[in-house]
């Protein structure tokens, strides 16, 4: 009887809001304004932080998703730092033997442009006809149809310093990323230690305990689930390319596999990449698309069904949360930003959920 006569109390709490007195209502219009200005100044703060902050989100979102590898590399008996050495090398091998897969590629692109240039030229004559009809057109509505002719500059190597100047910020945050995530997996365990004993309680302290156990298992789950896709993507890509008689299918396959851990920018990208290289590369136009057509049938394919099927069922992501996640850090972080917005997510979804439940509680 008393605890039913309790319940009704938090309902007539939420009734009464409008009745307030002016200044409780006056209080919590502050509050809410404080949290607003305080979420503003975070975002604020990310942003302009960003060369600091990215490299540091990133090295720990990867080092709580690598964890449970450094784990049982211990179980086999190897140290903690000796596995953390062991996981940033490979991690560092992997990304070498992706740039070492891609930038040959890309060198003899970016060298064979005058060559390159005049057999688009070439294959751009089968629009001819498109092209007369479109400065017909212009001619009889009174304008000139060469006027907006551009003639294709040369290449020159002016573009080297301004390369330069480009590339050197994100090379010293990768090398700032890898020493951080060195640093966090070997001394992961112990920051888990010093966090759960912050808390006083036994049950909050079984509460953080859950949350970080929860995080690791998801993260880690989300890497494999992923890293699986992307490879599969980028061998299927890469078969595409050889059957379509496109040069250098291997490491236009590993560049699909890399990009797509970049949600929607990343599969972009490497279509704009396929088309140009296949147009360049191939003996008719229309050949020279058949690559991109093919990558373009397996991403529609693999985003609309396996993606969200797997990743869905496993992880329960909703699709509008990924996408406003995905549009806010890309807009943040750029592309990096996009690679972490599903992680981040993740750990906000299982922050919620464990928060909530234990309140409920």
């Known amino acids: ?87 940033v090398c490979g991690v560092a091998l992997l990304i070498a033997l992706v740039i070492a897969l891609i930038f040959p590629r890309v060198s003899e692109l970016t060298t064979g ?51 330069i100047g480009i590339l050197l910020p994100p090379i010293t945050g990768f090398l700032f990323f890898l020493v951080v995530l060195l640093l966090f997996i070997a001394k992961w365990p112990d920051l888990r230690r010093g966090l759960v004993m912050t808390f006083a ?47 250098h299918a291997i490491g236009f396959g590993a560049l699909a596999a890399t990009l797509n851990f970049i949600p929607v920018v990343g599969p972009i990208a490497t279509f704009v990449v396929l088309v140009l290289a296949g147009v360049v590369t191939a003996p008719t136009f229309a050949q020279g698309l058949l690559p991109a057509a093919g990558f373009t049938l397996l991403i529609v394919v693999e985003g609309q069904f396996v993606t969200p099927t797997i990743i869905g069922r496993q992880l329960e992501l909703n699709a509008l949360a990924v996408l406003l996640s995905l549009a806010f850090w890309t807009w943040l972080w750029g592309p990096m930003g996009a690679f972490l917005s599903s992680p981040i997510l993740i750990v906000a979804l299982i922050l919620k959920e464990r928060l909530y439940t234990e309140d409920e509680h």
């Open 1 to 87: 009887m008393l605890r039913e006569g309790r319940r009704p109390r938090p309902v007539a709490q939420a009734e009464d809001i409008g009745d307030l007195h002016p200044r409780d209502r006056l209080r919590r219009i502050s509050a809410w304004s404080l949290a607003t200005l305080a979420a503003l100044a975070a975002v604020c703060a990310l942003y302009l932080a960003r060369d600091l902050m990215l490299p540091i989100v990133a090295a720990f979102v990867v080092g709580v998703m690598l964890s449970p590898l450094a784990q049982k590399l211990e179980a086999l008996r190897v140290p903690r730092t000796v596995a953390a050495l062991l996981i």
């Open 113 to 163: 442009l005058p060559a390159l240039a005049a057999s688009l030229n070439e294959k751009l004559h089968a629009f001819d006809g498109l092209i007369g009809f479109w400065h017909r057109l212009i001619s009889a509505a009174g304008g000139d149809p060469t006027s907006g002719s551009v003639e294709l500059p040369l290449p020159n190597l002016g573009w080297v310093p301004p390369t």
């Open 201 to 247: 309680s036994r049950d909050s302290r079984l509460t953080v305990l859950k949350i970080l156990n929860e995080i690791e298992a998801g993260l880690a789950s989300y890497l494999l689930t992923v890293t699986l896709i992307n490879v599969t993507v980028g061998a299927i890509t890469g078969v595409i390319c050889a059957l379509t008689g496109m040069p």
